[in-house]
């Protein structure tokens, strides 16, 4: 299976491939549109701030390319968030594969929400032997809303979508590579698709 994880400067991907690596995979580092375009599986990562991220993908011309992929696409933090309409982060634009917009925490609670929270509501094969309420690490200041698309949801300060899906296009606010075996098995239910 060719496993290709984008590279645009906006992720930590080391985690990410050494998880799936646990999972007997290599994955891929790539920039280039056709190896992205061949590969089995894309993972979207991202750490860091939104408007640079977005820039970056500019740039690069993958903000065109990501939305037109048809193999199953997993976008991880700030990947997921830069899947949705927009998001308040310095006010971004974001790639519009999923219909919600991404809104900051506000400052009645602690941000970013760092540590463990429950995932619920789930709804994916994504989440094929996972149980309610499951934990799974996060690390964010700013939360996809709640929609039709929804198919995890967290609580923290008020319930977000701690996971999004549309068509072959999944996304998820926590990080899977940081979950333990919780998040191995997204990343194995990810592959299985």
Known sequence: MKLVIIDYGAGNIKSIQFAFKRLGIEAIL?????????????IFPGVGEASSAMKKL????????IPQLNQ??????LGMQLMCNSTEEGDTEGLGIFDVDV???SNTVKVPQMGWNAISSLKSPLFDGIKENDYM???HSYYAKNSSESIAKTD????YASALQKDNFYGVQFHPEKSGKSGEKILQNFLNL
Not at 30 to 42: G, H, L, R, W
Not at 72 to 77: H, S, Y
């Open 30 to 42: 790539s920039d280039n549109p056709e190896e992205i375009k061949k590969a089995d599986k894309v």
């Open 58 to 65: 500019k740039e690069s011309g993958l903000d065109e390319l």
């Open 72 to 77: 199953p696409v997993l976008g991880i933090c």
């Open 103 to 105: 809104k900051r925490f």
């Open 137 to 139: 690490y996060l690390v």
């Open 156 to 159: 923290y300060e008020l319930e």
